[in-house]
């Protein structure tokens, strides 16, 4: 049997040396709607308990909309459970188009092409259009998705630091002559809370010849005046050349995707990107909830406004409160913990306290970078924020780190 008893027991002790270092990743099971308040089951097999949930992408508060659900249900109804198929065989309908055309509208685009996940859409798009004449050039702290993209192209890899200008323009000026170049980055960083300097970006972009990427899946919706993004915080509506995201976050929170851009490079990916080509399109179900989501909030900032209203409420109480946080203006909000039991023991202390709140650490984040990343949603009334931040000041008076920094934390926990 290939699968022998010495497979297992390596496999066991390595799982039992994670579960042993405090940092073993166990599900939590939701048993009601998406929302600020669920109910969950943990561990498995015990009673269900209620909890104010500040760990969701969930962040305009559509996930349970009922005009969203209806909207689903008349796909349902209409359209069929699903597709049992790819988009270029059977697997378009008219409903599929109509949402890219909707999305092209919103973000300011020239055409888009919807992808099973934005995991899909950045692992596809790469490949897709560029050859080892070309070369990607990547924030340092882009998703995990665009780094695997970026291993499936055959083009030339490089970084330039996180968010650092002159290291861009320095790797812009070294792969000059190249036939391609595109500069990568995430929109909003998931783990930080920060946005990407896009002004910035885009200037050097024109002045090098390089095309710029941008994942904003943790922006679209919410993110600029009007919710359409960091490219819209940053005034470059039209001048960037990539866009992905995501319907599974402010959108809807169901599932799927999109490359959204110049109109060449959504056509590539319709005719070689891999994850468009062999994988189920969208559900019907799926298409026509975010529809009625692009209804919601077209012409609308009420959501919008209330998130960013929470989000400042929540910041500024944790930080006058005296927990260390990642600078940022974004409902992702990271309180720093730089070890990962620690972390795992916040949480738990939190989840007992009635509040869900997950610790990330390595290799989720890097190491002695351990955290709590709360997100706020336009779900969450004040008393939600409220009584959830006095649990957040209660367990940091219990671990003494209330006005500590970082190197006191450290000193007190390790890395």
Known sequence: MGYSDK?????????????????FKKERFIHSLQAADIEVEFPLGSSLKKV???????????????????AAHDGLNHRGYGMSSVRFICGTQDIHRELENRVTEFLGTEDTILFPSCMDANTGVFEAFMTKE?????????????????????????TFKHSNMKHLES??????????????TDGVFSMDGDTAKLDEMVALCEKYDAMLFVDDSHSSGFIGKTGRGTHEKYNVIGKIDIITTTFGKALGGASGGCVSGRKEIVEMCRQKARPYLFSNTMAPVVVSG?????????????????????????RKGLSDAGFVLKDGDTPIVPVMLFNAKLAQDFSRDLY????????????????????????????HEIHHLEKALKAFIKIGKKYNILGKTKKEIIAMYGR
């Open 7 to 23: 497979v297992r027991n390596v496999l066991q002790n390595e799982l039992q040396g994670i579960e042993d270092a405090g940092i």
């Open 52 to 70: 104010i949930n500040m760990c969701s992408n969930n962040y305009l508060g559509l996930s349970s909309h009922q005009e969203v659900i209806k």
């Open 134 to 158: 070309d070369v990607m050039i990547s924030d340092r702290l882009v998703h995990a998705s665009i780094i695997d993209g970026i291993r499936l192209s055959p083009a030339l890899r490089d």
């Open 171 to 184: 790797k812009l000026q070294l792969h000059a002559d190249r036939r391609l170049k595109v500069v990568i």
């Open 290 to 314: 975010v529809l009625k989501v692009f209804d919601l909030i077209r012409g609308n900032t009420e959501r919008r406004d209330k998130l960013e209203e929470n989000a400042n409420f929540w």
């Open 352 to 379: 007992d306290e009635g509040i869900y709140a997950i610790g990330f650490f390595f290799p989720v984040v890097p190491k002695a970078q351990a955290r709590i990343r709360t997100q706020i949603s336009a779900g």
